[in-house]
C-alpha cells in the first residue's frame, strides 16, 4: 500500500522569503503521479503544482517548483517570494499512474502561515 | 465553464437522520470521487465512480455509507443514521479521465448533533 508523510505539522515564514515543505511517500509503483495541493481557510482544495513520475525535470508553476527525488521517494515544495495569500494548509498526494483507480493518498498536511 | 459544484455547503443532520450529500463533476468530467477530511487532519479517500459504475469503494466504510453516479444528474453520497463520527467534511473531485489532476469542488460540511 502507498503511504504519504509530510513530517512539518506547521511551518511559518516571513513575506518575500523562501519556504521549503517535506514530502516522502512509499510505494513499489514506478508509473505515478505527485501533487501539492493548497487549502486556504475557505477549505477549497487548489492544485498547485503535479509531477509524473517518468519525468525528471522538476515541476514549476510561477513561485513554486519542487524538488522530486525518485530514487530517495522525496517530494518538497519550495515556495519562493512568499506572500500572505499563500497562508494554507498545505498537502502532498500521490497517485498511481495505472490499474484503473484514480484515488488520491494524501498526506496529513502542513500548515504555513506567512507573516508581514 | 463551472467547476464541481457541491450541495448543500453545510449540512446538520440529528443522529439517525439520513444525509444525502450531491456533487455535480465539471462539464465533460465522467470521473467522480469522494473524499472526507476529519478536522485537523488529510483528506482520506472513500469511492470512485464513473457514470453509473463504482470502480473503487475501498474507502467507503462497510455499513451505512453510498454512493451513486446515474446516467442524469449529480452523483450522491448517501449516509443512514448518521453518528456523530460521521461529523467532517465531504469533498467530491472530478475529471476527464481515470488518470491526473482532480479538479475538487468546495465541500460539504456535515454537522451531526
Known amino acids: 500500500a502507498q503511504t504519504v508523510t509530510q513530517s512539518q505539522p506547521e511551518m511559518s515564514v516571513q513575506e518575500a522569503e523562501t519556504v521549503t515543505l517535506s514530502c516522502t511517500y512509499d510505494t513499489s509503483e514506478n508509473n505515478y503521479y505527485l501533487f501539492w495541493y493548497k487549502q486556504p481557510p475557505s477549505r477549497q482544495m487548489i492544485l498547485v503544482i503535479r509531477q509524473e513520475a517518468y519525468k525528471q525535470q522538476n515541476a514549476t508553476e510561477n513561485r513554486f517548483s519542487v524538488n522530486f527525488q525518485k530514487a530517495a521517494k522525496s517530494f518538497s515544495l519550495k515556495i519562493s517570494d512568499s506572500q500572505l495569500g499563500d497562508t494554507a494548509m498545505y498537502f502532498c498526494?500521490?497517485?498511481?499512474?495505472?490499474?484503473?483507480?484514480?484515488?488520491?493518498?494524501f498526506g496529513q498536511g502542513t500548515t504555513l502561515q506567512v507573516k508581514p | 465553464n463551472a467547476g464541481v459544484m457541491q450541495n448543500p455547503r453545510h449540512l446538520v443532520r440529528r443522529r439517525g437522520q439520513e444525509a444525502r450529500l450531491r456533487c455535480s463533476p465539471m462539464k465533460g468530467h465522467s470521473h467522480v470521487y469522494w473524499y472526507r477530511q476529519l478536522p485537523e487532519e488529510g483528506l482520506k479517500f472513500m469511492v470512485y465512480?464513473?457514470?453509473?459504475?463504482?470502480?473503487?469503494e475501498s474507502g467507503m466504510p462497510k455499513e451505512r455509507f453510498s454512493a451513486e453516479f446515474p446516467k442524469e444528474g449529480p452523483s450522491i453520497l448517501r449516509i443512514q443514521q448518521v453518528v456523530r463520527g460521521d461529523s467532517a467534511a465531504y469533498f467530491c473531485a472530478s475529471s476527464p479521465t481515470g488518470v491526473g489532476e482532480q479538479f475538487f469542488g468546495p465541500g460539504t460540511r456535515l454537522t451531526v448533533l
Open positions: 465512480l464513473q457514470k453509473e459504475n463504482i470502480i473503487d
Open positions: 498526494a500521490f497517485m498511481k499512474g495505472s490499474g484503473n483507480t484514480g484515488k488520491l493518498i
